[in-house]
């Protein structure tokens, strides 16, 4: 069976959607499988074995400018598409856009969410079979998992999610070489960036935590590396490290300028990782590694990194979970995540036996 699998987009989207790959071949291990992904995280997908082809799209460019050239670049991808002869399309994202893949694709079996899953009403149009969550699905993956059950005619089997992502031959070395990763001590990730203010902590907070796991993990010779996305980041990432000072042996290090890969061959690396929702975290989890992640404005109860390897923390605040992207209660909620819960699930995960890595 050919399927093509449309997950387009965003970052973090497609990262906590990748694990659907190993689901699908524990259900049938010869399917053939397919994913029309945004070009620009085409490489998310790269180096795959599960996957017989990625279908890149160049959304971004599409929004800024559609053209005739562009028209004839879209027939051609939908003529592309259909050689496939997928039989069935599973569209796991359920918007507009989304949706319209599925149709273009041509399989004759093109499945999705069913009203009370969709993102936006249009996709009900797009598709013509309607997967129902189950009743105590919150988690975004579990949500996903149905609809793929659907298509398959079964249940996901008891697999290991990750790793669901794949290095090729040589790059984890490299960005070893290139971050300067020591062995023998316990390397620690942090990264404070995302999108919403509301989703964040200050520079101060993060120099608090920083601070207090460097005094608890003193004894085991402790290398922090900050990484960063932009400009704005990274500044923010230097101003931790030098607001948390440490001396000794200890090291805190600016991550250097990554591209998606080899930062999740650094992450891959790493004892543990740290920050907020976020892309990088999951991208840490899919890389194989430990994760600790907290949530203000959303909840980690549905979109945390699933499995043992992996711990979260809520706000606890009455208001959690309130998906406010401005507050006037902000630093309270922020203020609400003790320092200690920090330390705490940091030693839980660190003194766990570690999961394999990927090569």
């Known amino acids: 069976m050919r399927?093509?699998?449309?997950?387009?987009s965003a970052f973090g989207d497609v990262i906590h959607a990748l694990p659907v790959l190993t689901v699908i071949k524990s259900i049938d291990p010869d399917a053939q499988l397919f994913w029309a992904v945004d070009a620009q995280f085409r490489e998310l997908l790269e180096d795959n074995p599960h996957l017989e082809g990625i279908l890149p799209l160049p959304i971004r460019r599409w929004k800024k400018r559609f053209s005739g050239g562009d028209a004839g670049e879209l027939i051609d991808l939908v003529?592309?598409?259909?050689?496939?002869?997928?039989?069935?399309?599973?569209d796991i994202q359920g918007?507009?856009?989304?949706?319209?893949?599925?149709?273009l694709s041509g399989a004759r079996?093109?499945?999705?969410?069913?009203?009370?899953?969709?993102?936006?009403?249009?996709?009900?149009?797009?598709?013509?079979?309607?997967?129902?969550?189950?009743?105590?699905?919150?988690?975004?993956?579990q949500k996903i998992?149905?609809?793929?059950?659907?298509?398959?005619?079964?249940?996901?089997?008891?697999?290991?999610?990750?790793?669901?992502?794949?290095?090729?031959?040589?790059?984890?070395?490299?960005?070893?070489?290139?971050?300067?990763v020591e062995t023998g001590r316990v390397n620690i990730a942090i990264h404070h960036g995302t999108t919403w203010e509301t989703k964040k902590l200050s520079?101060?907070?993060?120099?608090?935590?920083?601070?207090?796991?460097?005094?608890?993990?003193r004894d085991?010779?402790?290398?922090?590396?900050?990484?960063?996305?932009?400009?704005?980041?990274?500044?923010?990432?230097?101003?931790?490290?030098?607001?948390?000072?440490?001396?000794?042996?200890?090291?805190?290090?600016?991550?250097?300028?990554?591209?998606?890969?080899?930062?999740?061959?650094?992450l891959s690396m790493m004892d543990l990782t740290i920050g907020p929702d976020t892309g990088p975290v999951h991208l840490a989890a899919a890389g194989g590694a430990k994760t600790l992640s907290f949530y203000r404005v959303t909840r980690g109860e549905r979109n945390a990194p699933l499995g043992p390897s992996h711990r979260y923390i809520q706000a606890p605040v009455?208001?959690?979970g309130c998906l406010k992207k401005e507050c006037d209660e902000a630093k309270k909620c922020e203020l609400s995540i003790p320092v200690d819960a920090f330390v705490e699930k940091a030693r839980e995960l660190l003194d766990e036996e570690s999961p394999a890595r990927p090569t």
């Open 109 to 141: 079996l093109r499945y999705g969410f069913n009203r009370e899953g969709v993102r936006e009403f249009p996709n009900l149009l797009l598709t013509n079979r309607k997967v129902a969550p189950r009743d105590g699905d919150r988690h975004v993956f």
């Open 220 to 266: 085991r010779v402790p290398a922090f590396y900050f990484t960063w996305g932009d400009g704005e980041e990274r500044e923010v990432a230097q101003g931790i490290i030098d607001g948390a000072g440490a001396g000794g042996d200890t090291l805190l290090r600016l991550a250097p300028p990554l591209s998606i890969k080899q930062l999740a061959a650094l």
């Open 79 to 90: 003529r592309g598409m259909r050689g496939h002869r997928f039989d069935v399309s599973i």
């Open 95 to 103: 918007n507009f856009k989304s949706g319209i893949v599925s149709l």
């Open 318 to 320: 009455d208001c959690t």
């Open 145 to 180: 998992v149905r609809v793929v059950e659907g298509a398959m005619g079964g249940e996901m089997k008891d697999v290991s999610l990750y790793p669901s992502l794949f290095f090729p031959r040589g790059l984890r070395e490299e960005v070893r070489e290139k971050a300067g």
């Open 3 to 8: 399927i093509l699998i449309i997950k387009i």
């Open 203 to 217: 520079i101060e907070r993060w120099v608090s935590v920083v601070s207090a796991l460097l005094h608890e993990f």
